[in-house]
């Protein structure tokens, strides 16, 4: 089974009226969609609303979704849409003269907003997790680590790294499984109730 | 002893997640886990940090603060339309995640259960009554229908023989058939010959009056005539007319 088949399970899924199913999809591809909106906008507050309403497009959508292409591609379409969509709909939108730009406060709001994209507690968050999970990698015995580099970094499917490895599939979905295991538990160790809840922690 | 089985357990089914994750996990395999994924919210807390993970992996901004996005998501396609029947499994049915549709869901989901019906049968109604045209107009065009003769004509139900009819009659090679008794059915059909151009118009007049006038009207128009004529029935053209002769000048591809 491809990425593909195993996302079409979940899109079947969605067909037949289970809304969690989407959810997984969301989970499994948010941070590619964010990333992919990144890219016409600067601000991440903007992209995360962007991303969202795309989203929602898709559950819209869904029942046209036929599974001629991958869902990601699909997803990918209607992002990139939603993006320009917004682009030109805010250039479309009267800009704003009422701001006063003598204001202490205001102004460093406008500079923020224009100069840093990411908040302190987002940028501080990730950082922390980036930590965690490098540090994870590196604590990895080399079997489990370069699996898991060539899956996540490579894009490469199980039956590739098996011929890179020279090892059994089944070697390699082990390998890949333990590491991602081994990162996990360090990410729980550090944040108590998992990091599946962070808008409560943001 | 139980808890070590447990464990076991556990462990193939985080290692199925994964699999599954890559999309590498076995059909059947994969339609069982996530039916069970739908109501076990500490698996899919899992599935979202396998996300993750991979996403601090590539380095990728904002990594912490997207899992935001997917519980927005997720309460706003609680308020939307619940697709196929909603009941994809009994687990499906008591999640927590499972919203109901709202009244204005609903109103837009019968909606576009009406649309979906209806456009078919508007096209069908299009069609229908596009062909029913058609064959009104060839009916006025042809005259009485030489297909059908009832007992409500009796008169149009003559035979008529080739050398009284030329190229006029669309009744053609047509055996006489007994009449029954009326019952509401017609007596008999005639199955018309294969097309023959014979049934739309004589010609033979037509060519007559172009050949006539052949020397007062203009070499175009002429021609266009003539184009006309050959078109419907070559053999009603004069081959030694004057005419003739100015539409194979004019017209080089004409028979």
Known sequence: MTVEESDLVLVKRVQRGDKTAFDLLVRKYQHKVVKLVLRYVRNPAEAEDIA?????????????????????????????NTAKNSLASRDRSPIRYDLDLNDPEESHSVQTKLQ??????????????????????????????????????????????????????????????????????????????????TEEMV | MTDERQNESHLERDSQLSAMFDGELPGAECELLARRLTRDEALRAQWSRFSMIGAALRNER???????????????????????????????????????????????????RWARFTRPVAGIGIAAGVAAMSIMWLRADVGPDPMLASNAAPE??????????GSTVALNDTAPVTRAP????????????????????PPARLANYV????????????????LGLVATDPDAVPADSDADADADAGAPDAP
């Open chain 2, 182 to 201: 009326s019952n509401g059915e017609p007596d008999f059909y005639v199955t018309p010959a294969p097309s023959s151009s014979a049934s739309i118009a």
């Open chain 2, 156 to 165: 149009t139900s003559v035979v008529l023989t080739p050398e009284a009819t």
């Open chain 1, 116 to 197: 840093d994209p990411d908040t302190p507690e987002g940028m501080a968050l990730t950082e922390e997790i980036r930590q965690i999970v490098n540090s994870a990698i590196d604590a990895l015995p080399e079997e489990l680590k370069t699996a898991i580099v060539l899956r996540e970094l490579d894009g490469l499917s199980y039956e590739d790294i098996a011929a890179a490895m020279e090892c059994p599939v089944g070697t390699v979905r082990s390998r890949i499984f333990r590491a991602r295991e081994a990162i996990d538990k360090r990410l729980r160790e550090v944040f108590e109730g998992g990091l599946g809840r």
């Open chain 1, 52 to 80: 969202q309403e795309a989203f929602i497009k898709a559950y819209r959508a869904l029942p046209q979704f036929r599974g001629d292409s991958a869902f990601y591609t699909w997803m990918y379409r209607i992002a990139i």
């Open chain 2, 62 to 112: 904002g990594v912490a603060l997207h899992d935001r996005i997917a519980w927005r998501v997720s309460s706003m396609v609680a308020q939307e339309v619940t697709y196929g029947d909603g009941t994809v499994d009994s687990a499906a049915a008591t999640s927590t995640n499972t919203a109901v549709a709202g009244p204005a869901s609903a109103r837009v989901s019968a909606s576009a």
């Open chain 2, 211 to 226: 050949v006539a006038h052949s020397e007062y009207s203009g070499p175009l128009s002429r021609r266009m005539a003539l």
